[in-house]
């Protein structure tokens, strides 16, 4: 997408680089550009936080433990580390005191002369949403916007992109009064994983697909994003959030769109932004009647992860130990278009599930029934299952005659994974989102509108719960969730789908990479 753009010297500023966001997924990813050699030799990166470190310290004791760390590229790091690290600064300020931004302005500048840089600026906000406007602000009031003739200044968003539609409007009011929204890239990580990527190439470069792609033949679509992970250590985050705020408002939902969407005109970020827009928009809203039919909100006890004992959410460190927040849910929606209408989606995600797998799963309805097929073995659906992660790749399945003798039908299976081969070490989803906004590419960012009709179609559901007694815990960590998410959709006659991946290669998603690894190269299971 978007060839074309190309990267320019810039000064790649990331406020709140002390944290852990910047720790665990900002400076491995720009390291491991660095190190592909995708990242340009005049892009510097300027890490801003409290902590008054310096430069040394910066480099060696918070870049590099975090690249050892978290880089999938660790193993090269002592042939690639010290050049990425002489592009690295630091630079102490608390974010709150605007007398200091002068002093970081002309840091900046004076980086811009000895970096032959331009003037171009990313300002990566990965900070406390509380903190967005006040940085914002002071950019603009003191100067750091002032655009020369040719250069640009661009703003990263992280999520969450407000708390409700009311705190999202408000921020974005104050993004845009230092930005024009073309400068603004609200990130999305899961827009940048490879497969979802993938999703338009695989609905619009096929011609298995794209003619059967609506409720004539489609039954149903299921999406899981599931974690065996728990709260961690951003439980003050979390316990606000709730799975409802961290992964179906912004992660689940650009899902839905990227399946529902209809063709758009080309694809530059305005024209895939506006049909994303129209399926959010067509949303079928929750009455309180629906959510307590179609949504199960469930929150993690004590349980095993991999047969370790691990405690409940409750007792998690930071977790109030009365507190409501859903570490998982389920439900069932409807995108109200001529192409959608009548085909639930069914998606479901959570903390402290048995597996970590995200993966869409498309079921096809039957055809009509030729009664002679029936003597020869019961028939299958067909069903497209677009796997995010760990394995990348897609699974068909078919039915087919059994080879033999006799008629016998059997299901088959075509499984593509792109990420099992020995050697392929897919780019995670931050380095190419890091790249696009270097590049100006905004294609793969999520636009304002979306953004507004998400909290729209999440709002009530939020309010609705705040009423609405919940016993929890309700699910033991380790379990899919409490028994009312099965019950959600075999009352539909339909079930949950076990991972293809998962049924094939039972075990733990690591060993399953490494058995077809190990089977590439020869060496079976
Ligand atoms: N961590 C994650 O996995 C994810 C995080 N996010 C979002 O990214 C953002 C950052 O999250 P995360 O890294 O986890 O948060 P952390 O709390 O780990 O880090 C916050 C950062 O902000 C800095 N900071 C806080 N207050 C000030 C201040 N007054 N002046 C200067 N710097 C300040 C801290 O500096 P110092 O430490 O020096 O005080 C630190 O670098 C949040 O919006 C979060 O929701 C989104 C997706 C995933
Ligand atoms: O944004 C978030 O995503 C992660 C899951 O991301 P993944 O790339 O590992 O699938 C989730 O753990 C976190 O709570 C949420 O804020």
């Known amino acids: 997408m978007a060839e074309g753009h190309h990267i320019e010297s810039a000064l790649f500023v990331i406020f709140g680089a002390t944290g852990d966001l910047a720790r665990r997924k900002l400076f491995p990813a720009l390291y491991n550009l660095s190190a592909e050699?995708?990242?340009?030799?005049?892009?510097?990166?300027?890490?801003?936080?409290?902590?008054?470190?310096?430069?040394?310290?910066?480099?060696?004791?918070?870049?590099?433990?975090?690249?050892?760390?978290?880089?999938?590229?660790?193993?090269?790091l002592l042939h690639n580390f010290s050049s990425f690290a002489q592009r690295c600064y630091y630079f102490s300020l608390d974010l709150r005191d605007s007398s200091r931004y002068r002093e970081l302005k002309n840091f900046l500048d004076q980086l811009d002369w000895e970096w032959g840089v331009q003037g171009n600026r990313v300002f990566y906000l990965a900070l406390a949403?509380?903190?967005?406007?006040?940085?914002?602000?002071?950019?603009?009031?003191?100067?750091?916007?002032?655009?020369?003739?040719?250069?640009?200044?661009?703003?990263?968003?992280?999520?969450?992109?407000?708390w409700d539609l009311d705190s999202a409007r408000a921020l974005n009011r104050e993004l845009t009064q230092a930005f024009p929204e073309e400068d603004i890239y609200r990130i999305d990580h899961y827009l940048g994983k490879e497969m979802i990527q993938n999703i338009m190439v695989i609905r619009f470069a096929n011609a298995f697909f794209e003619p059967v792609w609506n409720n004539k033949y489609?039954?149903?679509?299921?999406?899981?994003?599931?974690?065996?992970i728990g709260v961690g250590e951003r439980a003050a985050y979390y316990d606000r959030a709730g799975a409802l705020r961290d992964m179906l408002q912004n992660h689940m939902l650009q899902l839905v769109a990227l399946i529902a969407m209809e063709p758009p005109v080309g694809l530059d970020a305005q024209a895939i932004r506006l049909e994303k827009?129209?399926?959010?928009?067509?949303?079928?809203?929750?009455?309180?009647?629906?959510?307590?039919?179609?949504?199960?909100?469930?929150?993690?006890?004590?349980?095993?992860?991999?047969?370790?004992?691990?405690?409940?959410?409750?007792?998690?460190?930071?977790?109030?130990?009365?507190s409501v927040t859903e570490t998982f849910l389920?439900?069932?929606?409807?995108?109200?278009?001529?192409?959608?209408?009548?085909?639930?989606?069914?998606?479901r995600t959570g903390k402290r599930l048995p597996a970590k797998v995200t993966e869409i799963i498309i079921q096809f309805k039957p055809l009509p029934e030729i009664l002679y097929f029936k003597e020869y073995g019961e028939l299958l659906p067909n069903v497209l299952v677009i796997r995010v992660q760990p394995l990348e790749g897609i699974f068909v399945q078919l039915n087919a005659k059994r080879p033999g003798t006799n008629n016998y039908i059997v299901p088959i299976r075509l499984d593509f994974c792109q990420n099992c081969g020995v050697g392929t070490n897919s780019p995670e989803a931050y380095e190419r989102l890091l790249y696009d906004a270097l590049r100006g590419d905004a294609t793969l960012f999520t636009g304002w509108e979306e953004v507004e009709y998400a909290w729209k179609f999440v709002d009530p559901i939020a309010q609705?719960?705040?009423?609405?007694?919940?016993?929890?815990?309700?699910?033991?960590?380790?379990?899919?969730?409490?028994?009312?998410?099965?019950?959600?959709?075999?009352?539909?006659?339909?079930?949950?789908?076990?991972?293809?991946?998962?049924?094939?290669?039972?075990?733990?998603?690591?060993?399953?990479?490494?058995?077809?690894?190990?089977?590439?190269?020869?060496?079976p299971g």
């Open 37 to 76: 050699g995708i990242l340009p030799s005049g892009v510097a990166i300027v890490g801003v936080g409290r902590r008054p470190f310096d430069l040394a310290y910066f480099r060696e004791k918070f870049i590099l433990p975090a690249l050892l760390d978290n880089s999938r590229l660790a193993g090269n």
């Open 129 to 162: 949403p509380e903190l967005f406007g006040p940085v914002v602000a002071n950019l603009k009031e003191q100067g750091f916007l002032d655009k020369g003739p040719r250069s640009w200044k661009r703003v990263l968003v992280e999520k969450p992109f407000g």
């Open 218 to 228: 489609i039954d149903h679509i299921q999406i899981t994003s599931s974690e065996k």
């Open 277 to 322: 827009a129209k399926v959010f928009r067509s949303l079928q809203p929750f009455t309180r009647e629906r959510i307590l039919q179609d949504i199960v909100r469930g929150q993690y006890g004590p349980g095993y992860i991999d047969g370790e004992p691990v405690p409940g959410y409750r007792e998690e460190a930071g977790i109030p130990a009365d």
């Open 330 to 347: 389920a439900v069932k929606l409807f995108v109200n278009t001529f192409r959608w209408a009548g085909v639930p989606f069914y998606l």
């Open 464 to 523: 609705a719960w705040a009423t609405i007694p919940v016993h929890f815990p309700n699910y033991a960590a380790g379990e899919w969730g409490p028994p009312e998410a099965r019950v959600l959709i075999e009352r539909d006659g339909r079930r949950w789908w076990e991972s293809p991946a998962y049924m094939m290669y039972p075990g733990p998603f690591t060993q399953v990479c490494q058995y077809i690894k190990g089977s590439r190269a020869g060496n």
